[in-house]
């Protein structure tokens, strides 16, 4: 019987990789342990300092969503956590849900920015654990026009720093929370001049 699939799917920030994950995890062959984007390589193979770094960040992000509401965020952010904390035992436990299973074909990794924050030789380290681990590694890399990429990307950088730094005054997690900020963004996107965290500036 020939080995099950490990997916790694690459992309830039803005490329369509959110969207393939989601027609994805649609059908009932793939399995990502409930974490579209693991984002645990890097800490993987970096020094312990790298890993506590990595990890701290995480709690933060935890703590940060649960304070504005974002329940399911964090939930998410708290399975993340779980993976860096014994990122070895998830593995494990990740792979022999897939390969133990009957319906599962693909354990998927959905994190698009892994093969731009890992050099190749630990691209190389990573498609020999997985063989280790039972599967056959397999690469989808995601292109989309750099022009219309960047666009997108610069809205929604955008888009997340009006929310950071306008005063919305209802309750995180409410309808009339997101009410308020989705309004906010709809008559401050274009109307307002201001320097974004990529540095460009919007008028």
């Known amino acids: 019987m020939p080995p099950k699939t490990f997916l790694f799917l690459y992309g830039a920030q803005k490329s369509g990789t959110s969207w393939l994950s989601k027609n994805l995890l649609k059908t009932d062959q793939i399995y990502n342990a409930g974490v579209k984007e693991w984002r645990f390589w890097e800490t993987y193979f970096g020094s312990d300092h790298d890993r506590v770094k990595g990890i701290t960040k995480v709690k933060r992000r935890i703590q940060s969503d649960f304070d504005r509401g974002a329940i399911g965020k964090a939930r998410q952010f708290e399975k993340r956590l779980k993976m860096q904390q014994d990122p070895d035992a998830f593995l494990q436990v990740s792979s022999g849900v897939v390969t133990t299973s009957s319906s599962y074909q693909v354990l998927a990794d959905l994190t698009p920015n892994t093969g731009t ?64 900020t989705d309004h906010l963004v709809k008559n401050n996107l274009y109307g307002i001049t201001m320097e974004s965290r990529s540095d460009v500036i919007i008028k």
């Open 117 to 180: 924050v890992l050099n190749q030789s630990q691209l190389h380290s990573m498609s020999l654990l997985v063989q280790e681990l039972g599967l056959k590694p397999k690469a989808l890399y995601l292109l989309r026009d750099p022009l219309q990429r960047s666009i997108s990307q610069l809205s929604m950088i955008i888009h997340n720093d009006l929310r950071e730094n306008f005063r919305v005054y209802s309750r995180p997690g409410t309808p009339e929370y997101l009410r308020e």
